[in-house]
């Protein structure tokens, strides 16, 4: 991590103005010259047993967390650090060992454990002196050996350009596996922006533009809000000095004000839930210079609530509601801002109720409530988890195969790890990752087991195909969503039930239309891969007919002789009928299949309803002396009767074959024509035509009329249909008559 900084009192941009939010420190602890004490440490020698001043302060924020720490690793890990790092200055001129020492510090504050505190005092022994990670591992163990590896850069001399994008791909593999990487990364990366002002204003704005683009959308998802929001207010100070001057004046003017109304709510609050007897404390959260600056875009002027929120700490998860039923009785609630994220957390491990409260004026304070150890987490993140390796305790949750649920290893995690391997040059990766970082909410979907699939907000069925599948995910033809059918392209929401539906074809494609709809990179890289390493397929799908949203081309295959019939929106209908030799039309059955009270008539079954044993009938007589015989919920029994035709009496006779015309919706597929019509064959259909209609909206309509030898085969004719992967739903013909 060569920090190329100045000394954190020099001036520069980012320290203009009062000093920008951090975490809270405990009073009674004097602010720490960092640099003073990293002189001092090179000026004396430290008895070997005894552990150096110049981590005093690292030593006295570890116990704060960890009472009965062994201190002897930091101890020997500063000691080697200290001795590398001899010599090497600062760009401002102060001792190196400075930087180590401030970002093991800001560990220490946030509760890191011994372990991670260790790695970080390390972290650049192996970057930048002749520390190898094999002595790293013989003198403090493999676990903090890895933490070292996992935030040592690779060199620009190996890589060239590619050196900090595959530095950041080497780091978030090593995350995946130990999530405590990053939180050294995060604090590395704080302590070199709050000392960015001795360098050029050029390299400052790079530094910052990677800070905002990937270090605090990783920081969000990690939960760790204290270096987040720190974050946030010194790339803001450099990327936009401007606003961030604004903004600064807006807070010092608003804390210059005789009159607080944050702090005479907070006193109404606390009595309250005294009166109530709730333990619980009432504290005062000022906004970060970002969430001012936010706040004043959207709303303009600003009154003295929009400076801060009311957090309200208790010790029980039950008290959090407590606290909630209170002050809705006893302030004014403005309901429409209530949040539970203590019920549904968030992707991040962020617990909290939210509401707001009113005051006569109109002022509106909003009010977080939450237990101190949600409070740990909610600032400190994956840093409060402690030790991964660590083994679990009765309290930690256990998953349904028996597993410990890992909490260090978050879903968008996993699937930022799946698509990163597939990603196919360090270009791709690097601007793949900030597009999929800049996607800062998750939502979770449920699968019909049960199971959970965490998406992106925003993301659809096509994301969730591949979350699920991976590269099998190809083969999808459509979904339903809360019960209905519903297109690839549907955007999912928070808390939708999403059944995949899978085709059966080995040989199925992905669409390079499912790229419009693809949200999650890790969807974008499979389907690019998929099409890049099949050309022709690709090239066939841009000059050939648009593809349907289901698993590649709705292609078909005609029913005569097996070419294909693949249809698309503006084609007209293909129709495929059966050959026949002789007649162009395929004889009708026979008339005395219905028996009709009018001796001698000629008997017709009704093409617009297609009635079939044992369908309740009705006739009626034409010109020519003939019977039409349609079904009686026909739309065309209403027209007959209301033009006065002659009603007839019909009953089905002895002869049981029959001519039906049957519909199939379905998603488009490879060979889902030739399918269709095999399963039809083996029930003994004989297929007197078919149509295929243009897709509309990714789904296919297909038409068959259809000559069986037993009305009593039909049911199972239509159950085998409905079988054919792809397939939906199919009905009898319910066309109005003519």
Same mark, same amino acid.
């Given at each position: 991590m060569s920090a190329e900084a100045t000394?954190?009192?020099s001036p520069g941009?980012?320290?203009?103005g009062p000093v920008l939010p951090t975490v809270p420190r405990r009073k009674a602890r004097p602010r720490i010259d960092l640099r003073r004490l990293g002189r001092a440490a090179l000026l004396g020698t430290t008895a070997r047993d005894r552990l150096p001043d110049a981590i005093g302060h690292v030593a006295e924020a570890h116990r704060a967390h960890y009472p009965d720490a062994d201190l002897e690793p930091l101890r020997r890990a500063y000691v080697l650090a200290e001795s590398s790092h001899r010599g090497q200055m600062r760009k401002s001129g102060e001792p190196y060992i400075t930087h180590p020492l401030a970002v093991t510090l800001i560990l220490a504050e946030l509760g890191a454990e011994t372990t991670t505190l260790t790695a970080s005092l390390l972290h650049d022994t192996v970057e930048d002196t002749d520390v190898t990670l094999d002595q790293v591992r013989e003198e403090f163990g493999e676990e903090v050996r890895f933490l070292v590896d996992g935030v040592t850069k690779l060199e620009k001399v190996d890589y060239g350009a590619a050196a900090e994008p595959e530095t950041f791909r080497k780091m978030l593999v090593a995350t995946g596996n130990?999530?405590?990487?990053?939180?050294?990364?995060?604090? @590395?990366? #704080?302590?070199? $922006?709050?000392?960015?002002?001795?360098?050029?204003p050029e390299k400052q704005a790079r530094i910052a533009k990677v800070t905002r683009d990937v270090l605090i959308p990783l920081a969000e998802r990690l939960g760790v809000q204290a270096l987040k929001t720190e974050l946030e207010d010194l790339v803001f100070a450099i990327l936009l000095p401007e606003e961030y001057e604004h903004t600064r004046e807006l807070i010092v003017d608003?804390?210059?004000?005789?009159? @607080?109304? #944050?702090?005479? $709510?907070?006193d109404e609050m606390r009595t309250v839930l005294r009166d109530a007897d709730i333990p619980a404390e009432v504290l005062i959260r000022p906004r970060h210079f970002v969430s001012v600056h936010r706040r004043s875009r959207k709303r303009g002027r600003l009154r003295g609530t929009d400076f801060g929120r009311l957090l309200v700490l208790v010790n029980e998860d039950a008290d959090c509601y407590g606290v909630l039923g209170e002050l809705h009785t006893c302030m004014t609630p403005v309901v429409s801002e209530f949040k539970d994220f203590i019920a549904v957390p968030k992707f991040n491990l962020y617990q909290s109720l939210h509401t707001a409260v009113a005051r006569e004026d109109g002022q509106v304070a909003e009010v977080l409530i939450r237990t101190h150890q949600m409070h740990k987490v909610a600032e400190a993140g994956v840093v409060a988890l402690g030790n991964p390796y660590a083994p679990p305790s009765e309290e930690q949750t256990v998953s349904s195969d028996g597993e410990r649920a890992d909490p260090t290893r978050p879903g968008w995690l996993s699937r930022l790890l799946d698509w990163q391997e597939a990603a196919p040059d360090p270009d791709t990766f690097w601007s793949t990752l900030r597009e999929d970082l800049a996607q800062d909410r998750e939502i979770t979907v449920f699968r019909p087991d049960g199971g959970t699939?965490?998406?992106?907000?925003?993301?659809?069925?096509?994301?969730?195909a591949y979350a699920q599948y991976g590269e099998d995910a190809h083969a999808c033809i459509g979904a339903r969503v809360n019960g209905r059918l519903a297109t690839l392209s549907t955007v999912l929401k928070d808390g939708d039930t999403v059944q995949l539906l899978m085709g059966q074809d080995p040989a199925s494609e992905p669409s390079r239309e499912w790229l419009e709809h693809a949200h999650t990179a890790a969807a974008r890289i499979a389907i690019q891969r998929w099409l890049a390493t099949h050309p022709a397929a690709a090239e066939a799908q841009e000059e050939g007919p648009a593809p349907t949203l289901g698993s590649g081309e709705a292609s078909s295959r005609s029913v005569g002789d097996g070419s294909s019939a693949t249809s698309s929106e503006g084609v007209a209908p293909r129709t495929a009928d059966r050959p026949t030799t002789g007649n162009a039309e395929a004889p009708r059955p026979a008339a005395a299949n219905a028996v009709v009270d009018q001796p001698g008539a000629s008997v017709r079954l009704a093409g617009c309803c297609t009635p079939v044993p044992p369908d309740e009938v009705i006739g009626f007589s034409v010109r020519g002396?003939?019977?039409?015989?349609?079904r009686v919920e026909c739309a065309a029994v209403a027209r007959m009767k209301s033009a006065r035709r002659a009603e007839v009496g019909v009953r089905w006779g002895e002869?049981?074959?029959?001519?039906?015309?049957?519909?199939?919706?379905?998603?488009?597929?490879?060979?889902?024509?030739?399918?269709?019509?095999?399963?039809?064959?083996?029930?003994?259909?004989?297929?007197?035509?078919?149509t295929v209609e243009p897709p509309s909206r990714q789904r296919v309509r297909h038409t068959y009329t259809v000559q069986l030898p037993d009305a009593a085969h039909l049911p199972a004719l239509m159950r085998a249909m409905r079988n054919v992967p792809g397939v939906y739903d199919v009905s009898r013909d319910q066309t109005p008559g003519a």
């Open positions: 000394n954190p009192a941009p980012v320290t203009t130990d999530v405590r990487v990053m939180s050294i990364k995060l604090a @590395d990366r #704080l302590h070199n $922006m709050r000392t960015l002002g001795v360098m050029r608003n804390a210059s004000r005789a009159d @607080d109304p #944050l702090a005479e $709510m907070a699939l965490g998406l992106p907000e925003g993301a659809t069925c096509v994301d969730a002396g003939a019977v039409t015989v349609h002869s049981t074959g029959c001519r039906v015309t049957l519909f199939a919706e379905s998603f488009g597929r490879p060979h889902l024509l030739a399918d269709l019509t095999e399963a039809m064959a083996s029930e003994g259909a004989e297929i007197v035509s078919a």
